[in-house]
């Protein structure tokens, strides 16, 4: 199975009313493990390279080389489609040419008439290449490669102005953030994704920072509109915690545990758990069918 682009997959999503999760990867124990659950459970996946990972696997071109090389070698049959996150827009150009089968330009913080410039370009390319292309308006809290948001609430009128340049997919900032959610957080803010939904019709939503939302806040922002959730965090923690408890255990130690490949797989069973489980809340499992 050849990569997809992520159009398709999240229009289903949308008219189906469940999500798309897009799982971040940052070697190949993640990317292994992701595509196998996601053939498992019989759900599309997309798999998320910032470009600050994208940099620790050596470039994109390694990455599009590996994950082309495992849908072949591991028999994948479920659409996958490979995602730059919170790309900018020299990124975005390096992914195209890479051989990324969709993209992520995120000009929220620059002044809206440059994003909407060079969202444009984007769409024209994309386009031509038959690739998707998510766009962002109002930046998500927290940090992503050094890019800061507050977790603002997007303009609804300025996502409509966006989406009808024909993107693909937006993402809103609706007081989501990246990372650990505080314990002061105010929560989602529906109003505003329902006022998105209703100037942006029939395109499909993202929702940043799914790590840590409460799972009737996901299936509400679903009901609403939200057809691609990001999951990055709570993969890494889950993968920290299993790995953590191999050592603390000594099963390093022990003949040899300490080899890599018996070391970093507590941490790869993980994310598989994360993943599966994620998939089933999202209610994508068995939608590839």
């Not at 599009?64 to 020299?90: Q, R, W």
């Not at 969202?119 to 290449?129: P, R, S």
């Not at 019709?201 to 509400?220: A, F, N, R, S, W």
């Amino acid at each position: 199975m050849a990569l997809v682009s992520a159009k398709e997959m999240l229009q289903k999503a949308k008219a189906g009313h469940y999500a798309v999760g897009q799982f971040n990867i940052n070697n190949l124990e993640w990317t292994k493990t992701i595509l196998l659950t996601a053939e498992e459970c019989k759900s599309p996946v997309i798999l998320g390279v910032s470009e600050g990972a994208g940099k620790y696997m050596a470039g994109y071109k390694t990455v599009v080389g590996m994950v082309n090389g495992m849908l072949e070698e591991l028999n994948i049959t479920v659409p996958v489609a490979l995602h730059l996150d919170h790309g900018s827009y020299e990124g975005a150009k390096k992914c195209i040419e890479a051989g990324f089968s969709s993209i992520m330009f995120d000009g929220s913080h620059l002044p809206f008439e440059e994003n909407v410039e060079k969202t444009k370009e984007l769409v024209a390319i994309c386009n031509e290449k038959g690739m998707s292309l998510e766009a962002e308006v109002g930046s998500i809290g927290g940090e992503e490669d050094g890019v800061v948001g507050m977790g603002e609430c997007a303009d609804p009128q300025e996502c409509k102005a966006i989406a009808d340049l024909g993107v693909t997919m937006l993402a809103a900032g609706i007081g989501n953030i990246h990372g650990k959610y505080p314990a002061n957080w105010a929560g989602l803010q529906f109003d505003v994704l329902d006022d998105i939904q209703k100037l942006t019709g029939e395109m499909p939503l993202v929702l940043h920072g799914g790590t840590g939302i409460p799972e009737d806040m996901i299936k509400k922002a679903i009901s609403l509109g939200v057809s691609k959730i990001n999951v990055n965090t709570e993969c890494q923690i889950a993968f920290a915690e299993a790995t953590r408890k191999y050592i603390e255990a000594g099963k390093d130690l022990e003949g040899k545990g300490f080899d890599p490949r018996k070391l970093l797989a507590p941490g790869a069973e993980a994310i598989k758990a994360t993943v599966k489980e994620k998939m089933g809340i999202f209610g994508s499992i068995g939608k590839a069918e």
